[in-house]
């Protein structure tokens, strides 16, 4: 990287490989890890599903667990596979892929070398964004908040607004636009708000060997059984304040007690929950905002749309509704997360990850030579 591109505008790629386990996601996005001056080009490649049964094995295990070698080789080649397509790159964001997470616990675990990549790549990539919030006693989640504050300003917002990520987990940002930094006390709160669709994908793979319910048809057909959802609700995870994080996996027990439904109905209480789970976090928000901007795969199921529409107090559009891709957003997020790292920049703080100060997250990888 020449000295100018050291300070100004560069070209970073971000990749993500989300808790949804379908597949990578790559994008290019033009900042100086403050601002964003615009977007490049993006790119996907699919898990097969014999890929995804190799990620799901190592769910919830930990290096040295078994399974979990194999994945992260998996991880690694993926990303290879997606990013060596990409040129006229300055550096690379690599998320990597997350197994397990215990910010109180045993820490956090996203498989995938920066080094490897780094060196077949032949650009400088940084990765291992979260252990350094974890070990400063944040929850190292969800780290794209400080990327929703400069969205916000490149949009043009002018009063507070939400980000709502659907993905396995589902998380939401509110930000102050008019904050003149993004961990500036006050200019944001983000948390996990719950499930996303990571329980509706692992009800139709056992049921039907889908990998999600398409456009949300299955659950628009069935019928909510509240009851349920009222139970789910009252996990104590609802009852703290935020900053929180969760494990993909932490409310299996509203996925058992469906067991007995049919999948229709199934699938529509397990979408319903994911709903209310997002209304139980509002309240927590400095000011209810006027709009909740959706990204990630959720903003595609038109009976989670429906049911945010019908609990949130707030408008609910997709992101395309202000000019944003909802299916690239976390990538280019980690490209951005990759500059401001690479230039000393705090990724997460007080008021994103619950850590007590600012934290420069992220390992900077040469390639070799």
């Not at 892929?97 to 045993?106: I, K, S, V």
């Not at 002018?158 to 939401?172: D, H």
């Not at 709009?291 to 990630?296: A, E, I, K, Q, Y």
């Amino acid at each position: 990287m020449d000295e100018e591109k050291a300070s100004g505008v560069v070209r970073a790629l971000g990749a993500m490989s989300g808790t949804s386990l379908d597949g990578v996601d790559a994008a290019v996005v033009l900042t100086d890890g403050v601002e964003v001056m615009g977007f490049g080009p993006s790119a996907y490649r699919a898990y097969s599903g014999n890929e995804a049964g190799v990620l799901h094995a190592a769910l919830g295990r930990w290096p040295g667990e078994p399974g979990v070698a194999a994945a992260a080789e998996l991880v690694n080649a993926a990303h290879l596979d997606l990013l060596a397509g990409f040129e006229d790159i300055d550096v690379v964001g690599f998320h990597g892929q997350t197994f397990a997470h215990e910010p109180r616990g045993r820490g956090t675990h996203q498989a995938g070398d920066g080094q490897w990549l780094a060196d077949r790549l032949r650009r400088p990539v940084v990765w291992d964004l979260r252990t350094a919030d974890v070990a400063a006693g944040g929850e190292g989640a969800p780290l794209v908040p400080v990327f929703h504050w400069a969205l916000a300003r490149w949009i043009g917002a002018e009063t507070p607004v939400a980000f709502l990520n659907i993905g396995g987990v589902a998380n939401l940002t509110w930000v102050d636009p008019q904050a003149p930094d993004p961990l500036a006390p006050g200019a944001m709160l983000a948390f996990d708000t719950g499930p996303g669709n990571a329980l509706v994908n692992d009800l139709v793979a056992r049921r039907r060997g889908w990998t999600r319910d398409e456009g949300g048809a299955l659950a628009a057909s069935g019928q909510v059984h509240l009851s349920l959802v009222v139970d789910a609700i009252a996990h104590r995870f609802f009852q703290r304040p935020p900053p929180k994080s969760l494990d993909r996996d932490a409310f299996a027990g509203i996925g058992a007690a469906v067991g007995g439904l049919s999948d229709a109905d199934a699938a529509a209480t397990l979408t319903r929950f994911t709903a209310e789970a997002v209304a139980a976090a509002l309240p927590w928000c400095p000011s209810v905002p006027a709009r909740v901007l959706v990204t990630g795969g959720g903003r595609l199921n038109g009976a989670m749309m429906a049911a945010l529409a019908e609990v949130l107090p707030s408008t609910v559009e997709p992101v395309e509704a202000v000019g944003l891709d909802g299916d690239m957003l976390e990538a280019q997020a980690f490209g951005y997360l990759a500059v401001r790292s690479m230039r000393g920049l705090p990724i997460s703080g007080p008021g994103t990850t619950g850590a007590p100060g600012p934290v420069v997250g992220g390992r900077l990888s040469w390639p070799a030579g």
